[in-house]
């Protein structure tokens, strides 16, 4: 199952009201969308993205290879290309794998 934007932005809105701090929902969806702008920006520069409580997001590079056409079974070569990979925090994963 899959926690969609609005439902992700509501639980945010009620668990901060909840502990005292009042924030609207147009706030909240304000720091997802600039959360999401500041962590391109260190991605393109290289930079891990800290996710507290959950782990970080480390940016890497995935060298070019040899593959083949699904469709038509041909040898290809796929080319190099960054990408995002999640390193999960020691707590979240003793939490999954008590």
Known sequence: MTVTKKELID??????????????????????EQFGA????AFKRGFDVPLPGLGRLKPTERAARNGRNPSTG???????????????????SETLNP
């Open 38 to 41: 500041v962590s391109t920006r």
């Open 74 to 92: 041909q040898p290809m070569q796929v080319p190099a290309k960054r990408l995002v990979k999640f390193v999960e925090a020691k707590a979240l």
């Open 11 to 32: 639980t945010i809105t009620q668990e901060l009201g909840a502990t005292g701090t009042p924030i609207s929902k147009t706030q909240v969806a304000a720091v997802l």
